[in-house]
């Protein structure tokens, strides 16, 4: 454990969790890690760098949704309509949950939008007045016949051009998709009856996705990125932070 400033560290050769007033932090990877003072943590994966994989934010201390993403950073609807995701998402005035996926071929993003599904109809009353939101890396018609063959509660995006995976640092990369535990987690979602869909050509197979909790007031709760291949956020996590708000 390393202390300085207030700022405690644990260290371990796959993880590393750093804890500062506003803010909990998980990294995976290696190197040093690069801290800003109050509610950023500045992390990359060049250079071997630690990048952050979960971070949970405290009132007070979260960035708005629209700084995070960019203000007028593009998603494209069903239908093709060009939108500012940031636009999109304070225009509900609800909790809003954004789930990024691999591409819309990948068998086990239809894994993460049926464990969407499963947990808004459980019920539970953190998520009776909460928007989902499902981003895909794949063109406007993929993101249309996806919608349609899954039984998602909530709206579909399309990102083609990876504008917003860009803008919130994603895991990209070859060994981020080919590795023990993204098969693991590819074995796991065959056996629930989630196909891989071949046909669909991904415009970039490589590209990683995560979540994102945002508040009514625009507020990021929580920040997961996906380190491989179906290394979804926690469902724990995610209620958790959505009973936060």
């Known amino acids: 454990v390393e202390e300085e400033e ?19 932090s998980s990294f995976v990877g290696g190197g040093s890690a690069c801290v800003e003072k109050g509610r950023r943590v500045r992390c990359s994966r060049s250079k071997g760098n630690w990048v952050a994989k979960t971070t949970v934010y405290s009132n007070g201390r979260a960035p708005s949704f629209s700084e995070t993403v960019g203000e007028d950073t593009p998603v494209y609807d069903v239908k093709g309509k060009k939108l ?12 809003t949950v954004i789930s990024w996926m691999r591409h819309y071929g990948c068998s086990l993003c239809r894994k993460q939008v049926a464990d969407l599904s499963r947990l808004k109809a459980s019920g539970l009353d953190e ?9 895909g890396s794949g063109t406007v018609q993929q993101g249309a016949e996806f919608l349609k063959e899954v039984n998602f509660p909530g709206a579909v995006y399309s990102d083609p051009q990876r504008k917003t995976y860009q803008a919130l640092n994603f895991t990209k990369g070859i060994l981020s998709t080919f590795n023990p535990g993204g098969l693991g987690k590819l074995m796991e979602s065959f056996s629930s009856g989630n196909k891989q869909r071949f ?30 291949a179906g290394d979804h956020v926690e469902e724990s996590k995610l209620l958790n932070a959505l009973r936060s708000i």
């Open 199 to 228: 046909e669909v050509i991904p415009t970039d197979p490589f590209q990683q996705g995560g979540c994102l909790v945002v508040s009514p007031s625009n507020d990021v709760v929580l920040l997961h990125r996906d380190d491989f």
């Open 6 to 24: 207030g700022v405690s560290i644990w260290r371990s050769v796959d993880e590393m969790v750093i804890e500062m007033e506003g803010f909990v």
């Open 127 to 135: 998520l009776k007045e909460v928007d989902f939101i499902a981003i």
């Open 84 to 95: 500012a995701l940031a636009g999109v998402v304070s225009e509900t005035g609800k909790t």
